[in-house]
């Protein structure tokens, strides 16, 4: 299936397996699940949630510098 | 994945503690924990006048609601005011002190902005300057702290705060004391903890971190689900820090290991308490011989560092 993630202002889309989470998708984009929040339709969700077909995920570096 | 409370969908799940919480609460638990960090460390009392050091970034702006809410629910007798340090750091700092603006306007909190131009005749931008054109080896972060410590101790003692609140989280304090440990410079971890700064009560205003034990992570959630008026912009220098390298270690420990930022926290809080012991009562405190300002030597880190970049 293909989804589509957004992350500091670009957006990509990216074609991965069936059954796969939000935490697949991170690994994927090499990006540490422990380092980001997730958002699909304007709501934050756990990086064990399914992923759906279609849908954007925008992904969020929680760290600040200074 | 369901709340473990009411067992609604969740947004958050805390692999340190296998809890998941939907949004209502993620807040509640966020909040307690905050004031139990409070209460355990003693960190205020009801007299108390409390500033915070802010920022314009969520975690100061976190500190400054729960303290503020903590005075409107009638625990805290006067209402905590903010303190921010202008550095001169174009197209950060800048940025940032309009999102701090907007942030005290809409909750109604005094706030009182000084800045290092103002104090030491140039922006942090030019000392860079300066200092990379005289090849000093030093990090713009190094000077940063340097001068927003004095300023901010001088400046809450002229407010006569009783205490001085600071936006540290959870993992601010693992990668200060991750970085003083490779750097072979571990005393300086006695400087670390929830509360510091008690070595002459007069000269320096005590400071307490009420985010000691949250993770950035949920500051950044709460912050969000809150609508605070952040952006979280990035300061320019702060790629140039060890600092970077080290929060990226520890998120992948964190990952493989859940759990681990809380025990390393955990050896941190033992280890500073003996740090603290052995190091407290060596040093005697004098007023600097320039500016007056406390310190173990004859002049002032601070004097120091601005002998060395203007002269
Ligand atoms: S990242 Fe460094 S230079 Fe930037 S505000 Fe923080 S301490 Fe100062
Ligand atoms: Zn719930
Ligand atoms: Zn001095």
Do not use: W
Request: net charge positive; charged share 30%; hydrophobic share 35%.
């Amino acid at each position: 299936m293909k989804v589509y993630y957004k992350l500091q202002g670009k957006k990509k889309s990216i074609e991965m397996p069936a059954n796969k989470t939000v935490e697949d998708l991170l690994l994927k984009i090499k990006q540490n699940p422990e380092a980001v929040l997730v958002a699909v339709d304007n709501t934050v969700i756990p990086e064990n949630e399914k992923l759906k077909n279609g849908k954007t995920y925008l992904i969020m570096p929680v760290a600040s510098g200074g | 994945m369901k709340c473990t409370i009411c067992k609604k969908p969740a947004i958050i799940n805390l692999r340190y503690s296998k809890d998941a919480y939907c949004q209502q609460h993620f807040i509640s638990t966020f909040d307690k924990k905050v004031i139990d960090t409070i209460n355990k460390n003693k960190m205020l009392q009801y007299n108390d006048k409390v500033g915070v050091g802010v920022s314009g970034g969520k975690d100061s702006m976190i500190t400054l609601f729960i303290l503020n809410r903590l005075h409107k629910k009638g625990k805290l007798k006067h209402k905590p005011i903010g303190i921010a340090i202008d550095e001169g750091i174009k197209g950060y700092r800048d940025k940032s002190l309009v999102d701090l603006r907007k942030f005290c306007k809409e909750y109604d909190i005094e706030l009182h902005e000084f800045s290092i131009k103002d104090e030491f005749g140039k922006t942090l931008d030019d000392f860079v300057k300066i200092s990379d054109k005289k090849k000093m080896a030093l990090k713009p972060c190094s000077i940063c702290g340097v001068f927003r410590r004095y300023m901010l101790n001088k400046y809450s003692r002229e407010l006569k705060l009783d205490k001085l609140a600071t936006g540290h989280n959870l993992d601010d304090e693992i990668q200060s004391f991750m970085i003083n440990l490779f750097r072979g410079d571990a005393a300086r971890s006695a400087r670390l903890g929830p509360i510091t700064g008690v070595i002459r009560p007069k000269d320096f205003v005590l400071r307490i971190k009420p985010l000691y034990f949250t993770p950035e992570k949920e500051s950044f959630l709460y912050s969000m689900i809150r609508k605070f008026p952040t952006h979280n912009y990035v300061c320019p220098y702060a790629h140039t820090a060890f600092r970077n390298e080290v929060r990226e270690s520890m998120d992948q420990l964190e990952y493989k290991y859940p759990g681990t930022k809380f025990s390393t926290v955990k050896s941190s809080l033992r280890f500073i308490e003996i740090a603290k012991d052995a190091y407290s009562g060596l040093k005697e405190i004098n007023n600097c011989k320039l500016c007056g300002e406390p310190t173990s030597k004859k002049t002032c880190k601070t004097c120091e560092l601005i002998e060395k970049l203007i002269n």
